[in-house]
């Protein structure tokens, strides 16, 4: 039994919901996100209540039910509040800089690593070392932060590179040497 999936879900007004076949589109104040869902999934839109079934309790399909509740119910949250995730760069003389929409870094590296913002996401600076990506897609929002994150991760001895601002780095004790 699946409680994540059998949970229905509330679409907020404002907010517009189309089902065609396996493909939903929502539309919302914040933008529009379309999706194809898995054909074993059967959508139902009744009012303003969305319900995920599945056909059967075999594996794929208990695992999909939940899935497919849980990717709906964020693009309606998306549409209607966006996703943000926030980074933290630590470092001496590491810092980040927007030019245009481009991200632009400087991560120790001999040239600067610069990054296009993917379509739908926005990239916003507090200071050189916060950055936060902002977007509708949680899923698009996730690996643009994992991308930037990849650029210089976190370094287990002195802490340096960029990581998540909730993320917490297990440090390493040095090197001891002889005595």
């Known amino acids: 039994m699946s409680r994540i999936g059998n949970k229905p879900i509330t679409v907020p007004d404002g907010v517009e919901v189309t089902l065609n076949g396996n493909h939903i589109t929502v539309k919302g104040p914040k933008g529009t996100l379309e999706r194809e869902l898995h054909k074993n999934m059967t959508v139902n839109l009744e009012g303003n209540t969305i319900t995920v079934v599945r056909p059967n309790d075999e594996a794929t399909n208990r695992s999909l ?6 990717l709906i119910n964020n693009m309606i949250e998306g549409v209607v509040h966006e996703f ?8 001496v003389g590491y810092r980040a800089q927007k030019q245009g929409n481009k991200l632009v870094m400087n991560l120790g590296y001999s040239h600067q690593v610069e990054m296009d913002p993917p379509a739908g996401i926005t990239f916003d600076l507090s200071d050189a070392n916060h950055i936060t990506v902002r977007g509708i897609d949680k899923e698009l929002v996730g690996q643009t932060a994992a991308v930037i994150r990849s650029k210089r991760p976190p370094e287990v001895y002195r802490g340096k590179g960029i990581k998540y601002a909730d993320e917490h780095i297990r440090r390493k004790e040095g090197k001891s040497g002889k005595k």
């Open 65 to 70: 039910h939940g899935l497919t509740r849980t």
């Open 84 to 91: 943000k995730s926030e980074l933290e760069i630590n470092g």
